[in-house]
């Protein structure tokens, strides 16, 4: 116990220390120069050790023992300044507060490679106004009830949280659901948070009303029982990285709000149960959202809210949610959204309302929809562009000008593949242009000639021009049904625009009975007429024939007998 006292040499501890309110307490303008060295144990009924107002510790506090504070803090600084590092390879425990730091100036930050525990509140605990230089290093556990590490009530962080142990925080109060790994709560942290360890909570890192620079990296895990980071009405600079796991109940990467310079940039793996993996609501976002990674979730991969978006959105990766991909709503998006990737819904791939994106929908990869694939409602016109090396699944709906060079199937996927036979109708506000290097293919079921019947086959509608390069290409997609359609019948306005123009069309299909030739009806219409195909072999050869014969869904084997030959100079014998 020191109070109003100064004291050269410090505090060695190499054997046990008890008090039944503090084990070593220095308060009340006391000065202690050489710090305080704990090998053994420190145990007090209130605080472990207790610096307080207006105490100077010169030489910091380094422990590889034990130091206990059974109800309050382990080590305690409240109104007081330590020149020196707070250094554990031991253990630093208290039912409340591993580390507490209240008033306080500590000037060359904590390391920790052993163990700060709390039982009910966090585990490293910095509030009223501290000030920690030197930031927060962590190959240890670092664990709280309340929260891991929390900075709150005015406090300055500088050098950043680096961790590559374990942070975690479980409350033991049943009405505290969400406790935060890392919780900056009215406070600012410069130099960022840089995860490649493990960090645990209700939600993982949690920001809120608080200023962050320097950004949030992760390469390591991040797991949140509802959030993995949540951002609510604070500012962030120098982005979100992920090269790790981001894991969620509810949501990914939550900004409300908020400002975030620097952008969304996950190369790694951001999946959640329920609700959205990357949600973004009444916030500005700099920088772009580039995903290289996977993003899942059980409801949305990505939904962006009434915001802002300065960079655009650009996927190489997967992003895919149980109901849409993408959700965006009351968006601004400068640079539009640009995709080479795979973007899937079980609902819809993208879905857009209310919002303008100038630079429109790039796409060089997958879009897909269960029937779906782009729905735009309340919006400006939308260009998108399907490059040829592009594949859209699903219906286009909504104000949109299209432009398809690549695969635009009016169907339906499952398990990575186009269901044969799958129907889907668009209705295009807008133009749609097809150049010579594009395939719009349609979907056709049914049984006995049924397939003619209106929903039995698939129908793009564009209220616009739709011009149709020189022979590009149409293509038929039917089920396994054998017959589907027959010689004779059409499938009547599978193309119905405003306008229409044409060059000649070349027609593929999966049938090898009938064959289909497309005929512009009226200047605005495109109709599909099945014929029998006369190239085609029984299903039994048993004589001389020339080839291509064909193997397909309505005709799925093909016999050759000892008597049969097929015979192709020029091409395939046999097509499948």
Same mark, same amino acid.
């Given at each position: 116990?020191?109070?109003?006292?100064?004291?050269?040499?410090?505090?060695?501890?190499?054997?046990?220390?008890?008090?039944?309110?503090?084990?070593?307490?220095?308060?009340?303008?006391?000065?202690?120069?050489?710090?305080?060295?704990?090998?053994?144990?420190?145990?007090?009924?209130?605080?472990?050790?207790?610096?307080?107002?207006?105490?100077?510790?010169?030489?910091?506090?380094?422990?590889?023992?034990?130091?206990?504070?059974?109800?309050?803090?382990?080590?305690?600084?409240?109104?007081?300044?330590?020149?020196?590092?707070?250094?554990?390879?031991?253990?630093?425990?208290?039912?409340?507060?591993?580390?507490?730091?209240?008033?306080?100036?500590?000037?060359?930050?904590?390391?920790?490679?052993?163990?700060?525990?709390?039982?009910?509140?966090?585990?490293?605990? @910095?509030?009223?106004?501290?000030?920690?230089?030197?930031?927060?290093?962590?190959?240890?556990?670092?664990?709280?009830?309340?929260?891991?590490?929390?900075?709150?009530?005015?406090?300055?962080?500088?050098?950043?949280?680096?961790?590559?142990?374990?942070?975690?925080?479980?409350? @033991?109060?049943?009405?505290?659901?969400?406790?935060?790994?890392?919780?900056?709560?009215?406070?600012?942290?410069?130099?960022?948070?840089?995860?490649?360890?493990?960090?645990?909570?209700?939600?993982?890192?949690?920001?809120?009303?608080?200023?962050?620079?320097?950004?949030?990296?992760?390469?390591?895990?991040?797991?949140?029982?509802?959030?993995?980071?949540?951002?609510?009405?604070?500012?962030?600079?120098?982005?979100?990285?992920?090269?790790?796991?981001?894991?969620?109940?509810?949501?990914?990467?939550?900004?409300?709000?908020?400002?975030?310079?620097?952008?969304?940039?996950?190369?790694?793996?951001?999946?959640?149960?329920?609700?959205?993996?990357?949600?973004?609501?009444?916030?500005?976002?700099?920088?772009?959202?580039?995903?290289?990674?996977?993003?899942?979730?059980?409801?949305?991969?990505?939904?962006?809210?009434?915001?802002?978006?300065?960079?655009?959105?650009?996927?190489?990766?997967?992003?895919?949610?149980?109901?849409?991909?993408?959700? @965006? =709503?009351?968006?601004?998006?400068?640079?539009?959204?640009?995709?080479?990737?795979?973007?899937?819904?079980?609902?819809?791939?993208?879905?857009?309302?209310?919002?303008?994106?100038?630079?429109?929908?790039?796409? =060089?990869?997958?879009?897909?929809?269960?029937?779906?694939?782009?729905?735009?409602?309340?919006?400006?016109?939308?260009?998108?562009?399907?490059?040829?090396?592009?594949?859209? %699944?699903?219906?286009?709906?909504?104000?949109?000008?299209?432009?398809?060079?690549?695969?635009?199937?009016?169907?339906?996927?499952?398990?990575?593949?186009?269901?044969?036979?799958? %129907?889907?109708?668009?209705?295009?506000?807008?133009?749609?242009?097809?150049?010579?290097?594009?395939?719009?293919?349609?979907?056709?079921?049914?049984?006995?000639?049924?397939?003619?019947?209106?929903?039995?086959?698939?129908?793009?509608?564009?209220?616009?021009?739709?011009?149709?390069?020189?022979?590009?290409?149409?293509?038929?997609?039917?089920?396994? #049904?054998?017959? #589907?359609?027959?010689?004779?019948?059409?499938?009547?306005?599978?193309?119905?625009?405003?306008?229409?123009?044409?060059?000649?069309?070349?027609?593929?299909?999966?049938?090898?009975?009938?064959?289909?030739?497309?005929?512009?009806?009226?200047?605005?219409?495109?109709?599909?007429?099945?014929?029998?195909?006369?190239?085609?072999?029984?299903?039994?050869?048993?004589?001389?024939?020339?080839?291509?014969?064909?193997?397909?869904?309505?005709?799925?084997?093909?016999?050759? #007998?000892?008597?049969?030959?097929?015979?192709?100079?020029?091409?395939?014998?046999?097509?499948?």
């Amino acid at each position: 116990h020191l109070a109003q006292g100064n004291l050269s040499g410090g505090i060695n501890n190499s054997g046990s220390i008890y008090g039944g309110t503090g084990g070593v307490a220095i308060f009340s303008r006391s000065y202690l120069a050489g710090g305080i060295n704990n090998t053994g144990t420190i145990v007090g009924n209130y605080r472990g050790i207790n610096l307080s107002w207006e105490t100077t510790l010169s030489g910091g506090i380094t422990n590889s023992g034990s130091i206990h504070g059974l109800w309050d803090a382990g080590v305690a600084v409240e109104g007081a300044y330590i020149s020196g590092r707070i250094s554990n390879s031991g253990v630093i425990a208290s039912n409340n507060r591993g580390i507490y730091a209240r008033y306080a100036n500590l000037s060359e930050g904590i390391n920790n490679s052993g163990t700060i525990s709390s039982v009910y509140a966090a585990a490293l605990d @910095l509030s009223s106004g501290s000030i920690l230089s030197g930031g927060i290093t962590n190959s240890g556990s670092i664990h709280g009830g309340q929260a891991g590490i929390r900075l709150g009530s005015s406090s300055t962080l500088s050098g950043g949280i680096n961790n590559t142990g374990t942070i975690n925080a479980i409350s @033991l109060y049943w009405w505290d659901h969400n406790p935060p790994g890392i919780l900056l709560a009215a406070s600012n942290l410069s130099d960022g948070i840089n995860n490649s360890g493990s960090i645990y909570g209700g939600n993982g890192i949690r920001l809120t009303q608080s200023t962050l620079s320097g950004g949030i990296a992760n390469s390591g895990v991040i797991v949140g029982q509802e959030y993995g980071i949540r951002l609510t009405q604070s500012a962030l600079s120098g982005g979100i990285t992920n090269t790790g796991l981001i894991s969620a109940g509810s949501h990914g990467i939550s900004v409300w709000q908020s400002n975030l310079l620097g952008g969304i940039n996950n190369s790694g793996t951001i999946t959640t149960v329920a609700r959205d993996g990357i949600l973004l609501y009444q916030s500005t976002l700099s920088g772009g959202i580039n995903n290289r990674g996977s993003i899942y979730s059980g409801w949305t991969g990505m939904r962006l809210s009434s915001s802002v978006i300065n960079g655009g959105l650009t996927n190489s990766g997967s992003i895919y949610g149980d109901w849409n991909g993408m959700r @965006l =709503s009351g968006m601004s998006i400068p640079n539009g959204v640009s995709n080479n990737g795979l973007i899937a819904g079980g609902s819809s791939g993208i879905f857009i309302s209310r919002s303008t994106l100038s630079g429109g929908i790039n796409n =060089s990869g997958l879009i897909a929809g269960n029937s779906v694939a782009i729905g735009i409602t309340n919006s400006g016109l939308i260009d998108i562009n399907n490059a040829s090396v592009g594949t859209i %699944v699903g219906a286009i709906n909504g104000t949109a000008n299209v432009s398809n060079s690549g695969l635009f199937a009016l169907q339906t996927m499952s398990g990575g593949t186009i269901v044969g036979g799958s %129907v889907v109708s668009s209705a295009i506000i807008g133009s749609y242009y097809q150049g010579s290097s594009g395939t719009l293919q349609f979907g056709l079921k049914g049984s006995n000639g049924s397939g003619t019947d209106s929903g039995n086959y698939s129908q793009l509608s564009v209220s616009g021009a739709a011009n149709f390069a020189a022979n590009t290409n149409l293509s038929v997609y039917a089920d396994s #049904a054998s017959s #589907a359609v027959t010689a004779g019948q059409t499938l009547v306005g599978v193309v119905r625009a405003g306008s229409l123009s044409s060059a000649g069309f070349t027609v593929a299909d999966n049938l090898a009975r009938v064959k289909f030739t497309a005929v512009t009806v009226g200047g605005n219409e495109i109709d599909l007429v099945a014929s029998g195909d006369n190239r085609n072999c029984p299903s039994v050869v048993n004589n001389s024939r020339t080839g291509p014969c064909f193997v397909a869904v309505d005709q799925t084997t093909l016999d050759v #007998a000892t008597t049969g030959t097929i015979t192709n100079n020029f091409g395939n014998a046999v097509e499948v």
